[in-house]
T-cell receptor, first 113, second 111 residues
Framework: DGGITQSPKYLFRKEGQNVTLSCEQN?????MYWYRQDPGQGLRLIYY???????QKGDIAEGYSVSREKKESFPLTVTSAQKNPTAFYLC????????????FGQGTRLTVV | AQRVTQPEKLLSVFKGAPVELKCNYS??????LFWYVQYSRQRLQLLLR??SRESIKGFTADLNKGETSFHLKKPFAQEEDSAMYYC?????????????FGQGTELSVKP
């Protein structure tokens, strides 16, 4: 079953702890993205990667880190430096090249307790 | 800088009425525009892209470079159209790079 998978679906974190969200795709896509979805603010780009071992900051990268060691995986770490981490996080992937469709995971809801 | 603006957070219409969801963008190069839709409890998915010039589920969108707009239209709304709609932009030069979304518009179609 091809697609993009995020895990876990729900995640709870204590203040001051780092936490890593998983994103895996078996679509053979080169490009992968992380977004944060907040009510009234739409999807804001955190990081994106066009190719293995390379990634760029999006509009709200502060307090987040990523790695792209494998084509199919793009994990996102929410660090303790992120001041307001409680949110819904979406991962997506696409072929490289303009005009290509992005495929989304089902999301991870992170709650800081 | 890339920017996408959807001025309406919520749009409420009655079944059978025309619908227009507004999207304006800012981009200095050649833009590629998309509309994505998120139905309740489903994944965000592509609805249509300007380069295809197609009609999906009765929706159309025309890129107006002069007004930097990409409004989504449907002549007769259906209840099943109720969803969250996002306008998105990437640059043809970016080769799969930044994909930026607007704030989203929630469409509610009442019976």
């Amino acid at each position: 079953d091809g697609g993009i998978t995020q895990s876990p679906k729900y995640l709870f974190r204590k203040e001051g702890q780092n936490v890593t969200l998983s994103c895996e795709q078996n679509l053979n896509h080169d490009a992968m993205y992380w977004y944060r979805q907040d009510p009234g603010q739409g999807l804001r780009l955190i990081y994106y990667s066009q190719i293995v071992n390379d990634f760029q900051k999006g509009d709200i990268a502060e307090g987040y880190s990523v790695s792209r060691e494998k084509k199919e995986s793009f994990p996102l770490t929410v660090t303790s430096a992120q001041k307001n981490p409680t949110a819904f996080y979406l991962c997506a992937s696409s072929w490289r090249g303009g005009g290509t469709e992005a495929f989304f995971g089902q999301g991870t809801r992170l709650t800081v307790v | 800088a890339q920017r996408v603006t959807q001025p309406e957070k919520l749009l409420s219409v009655f079944k059978g009425a025309p619908v227009e969801l507004k999207c304006n963008y800012s981009y200095s190069g050649s833009p590629e525009l998309f509309w994505y839709v998120q139905y309740s409890r489903q994944r965000l998915q592509l609805l249509l892209r300007h380069i295809s010039r197609e009609s999906i589920k009765g929706f159309t969108a025309d890129l107006n470079k002069g007004e930097t707009s990409f409004h989504l239209k449907k002549p007769f709304a259906q209840e099943e159209d109720s969803a969250m709609y996002y306008c998105a932009l990437s640059g043809l030069e970016d080769q799969g790079g930044k994909l930026i979304f607007g704030q989203g518009t929630e469409l509610s179609v009442k019976p």
